[in-house]
Every structure is written in structure tokens, then in C-alpha cells.
């Protein structure tokens, strides 16, 4: 299973933009790349997703290498709301459904 | 507001006892799941379900049972809890086509602790 690699913690000023990386080295071409969010005793929350083009969403923007094996997630001017642990997951098929496969995530700390 | 509704909330069981945890979801997703989240990690999916009358084994399923008995509903059922069963619950749902261009939709959980 392709794995994603994540800085643990990431710590931003308020009102700053905040870029929190995500590391696919293994990714296979059908790989979704999926970034959610989970709040504090919160279920997570879904941010932004793409597959090769950057994309751009109301509430972030997503940044992808050309070769795929990296992403990079993109927070445009952070708030203390946006503190979070922030996934990035690669969709996968297991034939019969596609599956979110979870790492540990990055905490995002943000600074007021 | 449509989403997803896990029940209950919180519960405490005793080691042995049984119990039931109820997802309901409004959006006419086909696809629906279950995690479990113990403290300092990711989710990890229990079960899954591609749709009514049909479940399927995730990456962590022993001393767990499902059922997906109407399209809406996603039942999680413990038959004798065990300690190591202390976790917080989450249930998911999505669409069956393109499922990447909707994402997947979380309940808020429910905080089991058996004793």
C-alpha cells in the first residue's frame, strides 16, 4: 500500500499562509491525493483532493509535484480556527472500494 | 443538516458486554465505513460497506461485527468488549462513483471505554 510521510507538528502566525508538506514517494498513477482535517473531539473533515493538477477550493489550495511523489497543502492566511491535525491520505481501490488509509498527521499550531 | 449521525455519544461497558453502535446517513451515499481512533494515532478502518447487505473486512477486524441492513444505516456491533476495544469510533460515508470528486463525510464519533 502506497504510504504517506508527514512532519509531525508545523506551527504558523495568524494571518500568515501556512504550507504543510506531504511526502507520496510510492504513489501509483490511480492514487488520489486526499488532505483532511481532524479538530480537537471532531470527526475529520474533508479539505481538498486531486489527482495531477493543482486545485483550488474555498478553503485551500493543493500543490502537486510533477512527478506526483509529493504534495504540498496550502492554507492562503491561517486562523486560530485552522489549528487542527491535518492528513494527507492516498485513495486507494481495493477493487471494490476506494479506502482512506490514515497516517499519523501533522499538528498545525497557529500563533495568534 | 445532512451528514452523517453516529449514536450513541459516550459509553462506559463492563468487559464481556455486548453493544451496538448506530451510523445514520441523509446524502444517498453507497458507500459507508467504520474506524476506530486510539489516542496519538490515525484512523484505522474496522469495516466497510459498498453498499445494502453487503460488508467487507478492513485492516482491523477482529471482536467487531457489522451490518448494513437499509442503505442509510451502518450498524458496529462489539459481542464481548474488551479493554483493548477503548478507542473513539468514527463512522464515514461517501458516494459509490466518483468518489474523489466528493470526498468522504465523518460523524463526530463516539468515545467508548470498556472497563
Known amino acids: 500500500d502506497a504510504k504517506t510521510t508527514q512532519p509531525n507538528s508545523m506551527e504558523s502566525n495568524e494571518e500568515e499562509p501556512v504550507h504543510l508538506p506531504c511526502n507520496h514517494s510510492t504513489i501509483s498513477g490511480t492514487d488520489y491525493i486526499h488532505w483532511y482535517r481532524q479538530l480537537p473531539s471532531q470527526g475529520p473533515e474533508y479539505v481538498i483532493h486531486?489527482?495531477?493538477s493543482n486545485v483550488n477550493n474555498r478553503m485551500a489550495s493543493l500543490a502537486i509535484a510533477e512527478d506526483r511523489k509529493s504534495s504540498t497543502l496550502i492554507l492562503h492566511r491561517a486562523t486560530l480556527r485552522d489549528a487542527a491535525v491535518y492528513y494527507c491520505?492516498?485513495?486507494?481501490?481495493?477493487?471494490?472500494?476506494?479506502?482512506?488509509?490514515f497516517g499519523s498527521g501533522t499538528q498545525l499550531t497557529v500563533l495568534p | 443538516n445532512a451528514g452523517v449521525t453516529q449514536t450513541p455519544k459516550f459509553r462506559v461497558l463492563k468487559t464481556g458486554q455486548s453493544m451496538t453502535l448506530l451510523c445514520a446517513q441523509d446524502m444517498n451515499h453507497e458507500y459507508m465505513y467504520w474506524y476506530r481512533q486510539d489516542p496519538g494515532m490515525g484512523l484505522r478502518l474496522i469495516h466497510y460497506?459498498?453498499?445494502?447487505?453487503?460488508?467487507a473486512k478492513g485492516e482491523v477486524p477482529d471482536g467487531y461485527n457489522v451490518s448494513r441492513l437499509k442503505k442509510q444505516n451502518f450498524l458496529l456491533g462489539l459481542e464481548s468488549a474488551a479493554p483493548s476495544q477503548t478507542s473513539v469510533y468514527f463512522c464515514?460515508?461517501?458516494?459509490?462513483?466518483?468518489?474523489?470528486?466528493?470526498?468522504?463525510?465523518f460523524g463526530s464519533g463516539t468515545r467508548l471505554t470498556v472497563v
Open positions: 486531486g489527482l495531477t
Open positions: 491520505i492516498l485513495l486507494w481501490d481495493s477493487g471494490s472500494a476506494r479506502q482512506l488509509t
Open positions: 464515514a460515508s461517501s458516494y459509490h462513483r466518483d468518489t474523489a470528486n466528493y470526498g468522504y463525510t
Open positions: 460497506s459498498v453498499g445494502e447487505g453487503t460488508t
